[in-house]
């Protein structure tokens, strides 16, 4: 209870063991992805992780998965964002696979400092 006021997040985390409801993942998501801006990579990695596991569906939260591989992204750990990106293809929502497909082009150019092939084949 102590840390339910000093770290909600925190409070979330630990309930999610024991009273997950159907908005937890979201939750848990939009927590992570603070946690990554706040330069708190692994504990954001570990509440994604933990999202993924108590949702049945990663299309219904794909647009909090593009937001926390974002953030991924800007701190450099394009493996983590490449697996939530990985998730979030599984909506229907287009704007969600435009944006996801597009982080993952970015993630792959920054990993390897090129235009993915299969794209530099496209536009030429």
Known sequence: QRCE??????????????????ETPLQLLTDASEL????????GIEFGERALA??????????????????????????FALR?????????????????RTLGVWAEFLAHQCVPLRLRNQWS
């Open 5 to 22: 006021w000093s770290y909600p997040e925190l409070h979330r985390w630990h309930r999610s063991f024991t009273d997950a409801t159907d």
């Open 36 to 43: 990554v801006r706040l330069g708190l990579e692994w504990a």
């Open 54 to 79: 108590l949702c049945m569906d990663p299309g219904a939260v794909s647009s909090q998965l593009n937001t926390l591989a974002a953030c991924l992204i800007d701190r450099g750990r394009i493996d």
């Open 84 to 100: 939530y990106l990985n998730h979030a293809a599984h909506s229907s929502d287009a704007r969600v696979l435009v944006r996801a």
